[in-house]
Nanobody, 125 residues
């Protein structure tokens, strides 16, 4: 069974840090691009960061650049987004998603093959 399971969400004060996990089963993370997306209530889901299965390169959107990083552990078939200097505007449900390197090989909101069910991150004002 193909699964992506997010974990590590919680409540963190502004300025704090949090590490999320995306554990994959049924496919190999190294053969896919793994992306993180977030959605706040009443807002559109948006891309946050992506790590490539082709070369391991990573990218984050400008709003989190310098604060969020993403890494992959091949042995555990798990991807770890790490969030630093959290802000209230980071509060959202965070979703892990995957797309095959045989496809686009990069993270696009409407082009992902598999999605997790999300984990909530809250940084109160």
């Amino acid at each position: 069974e193909v699964q992506l399971v997010e974990s590590g969400g919680g409540l963190v004060q502004a300025g704090g840090s949090l590490r999320l996990s995306c554990a994959a089963s049924g496919f190999t993370v190294d053969d896919h691009a793994i992306g993180w997306f977030r959605q706040a209530p009443g807002k559109e889901r948006e891309g946050v960061s992506c790590i490539s299965g082709r070369d391991g390169s990573a990218h984050s959107v400008d709003s989190v650049k310098g604060r969020f990083t993403i890494s992959s552990d091949s042995a555990k078939n798990t991807v770890y987004p790490q969030m630093h200097n959290l802000k209230p505007e980071d509060t959202a449900a965070y979703y892990c998603a995957a797309v095959s390197s045989d496809g686009s090989g990069w993270c696009v909101l409407h082009g992902m093959d598999y999605w997790g069910k999300g984990t909530q991150v809250t940084s109160p004002a």
